[in-house]
Each structure stands twice: as structure tokens, then as C-alpha cells.
């Protein structure tokens, strides 16, 4: 969903500036209506603001999940450990540092961590 908002915003303000710098000549002047860019450009930034009004309101309560996935994670690994291992053998390790990883990945996603 970030992504998806930040992506289009960006293409925007792209947009704009191009029509801008076709609207520079190469003398430096300037041959466009100055007015309906600011205007533009100000759309764009009311835009942007709302957009991040919305999603700082969705990051939070995804944080809030992953964080809650976390305890889960570590209750289960830390309480139910004897449970585990005796059903699926000596891989209850495996099972729960591959649980730990997912989660962990969620929250990297959500932090637009690139690793």
C-alpha cells in the first residue's frame, strides 16, 4: 500500500518537473503559465500530506500487529518448547526461528528495510 501511494505521488511531482523544465527555455526563461504549475505542485503537496496522514495511521497499527506477532513468538518458543519438541522431534528450533524470521521480515517490510 506504501508503495503503491509513494510510487504514484512521485510519478507526479516527475511529471511536473518535466513540464517545468520544457517550459525553461535555453536561456533560462521562463515561457509557461507559472500559475497553473504552483497550483499543481501545491495539489501535489496536499496530496502528499494526506497521504501521509492515512498511512502513518496504517504503519502504526501494522507496527502494533507485528509487535504482538513478536510476543506471540517468543511465548510459544519460550513456554510451549517441551510441547514442540516432543511432536515434531529436534526441530522445534527450526520451526520457531523460521517463525521468528517471517515476523521479522513483515517488520523490515513494513519499515521499507531493504535487507
Known amino acids: 500500500m506504501n508503495y503503491l501511494v509513494m510510487t504514484f505521488l512521485y510519478d507526479q511531482f516527475n ?3 518535466e513540464e517545468f523544465s520544457k517550459s525553461i527555455g535555453d536561456r533560462g526563461e521562463f515561457s509557461g503559465n507559472f500559475e497553473q504549475l ?5 495539489a501535489i503537496s496536499r496530496s502528499v500530506q ?6 502513518m495511521i ?5 507496527f502494533c500487529c507485528q509487535i504482538v ?3 506471540l513468538v517468543l511465548y510459544s518458543a519460550i513456554f510451549f518448547r ?3 519438541c516432543t511432536k515434531h522431534g529436534g526441530c522445534c528450533f527450526l520451526h520457531h526461528m523460521a517463525r521468528y524470521q517471517r515476523v521479522r521480515f513483515n517488520v ?3 519499515a521499507g528495510d531493504s535487507r
Open 50 to 55: 494526506e497521504a501521509d496522514r492515512f498511512l
Open 58 to 62: 496504517s504503519n502504526v497499527a501494522c
Open 15 to 17: 511529471r511536473l518537473t
Open 69 to 71: 506477532g513478536i510476543i
Open 108 to 110: 523490515s517490510c513494513l
Open 38 to 42: 504552483r497550483r499543481r505542485h501545491q
Open 82 to 84: 517441551d510441547d514442540r
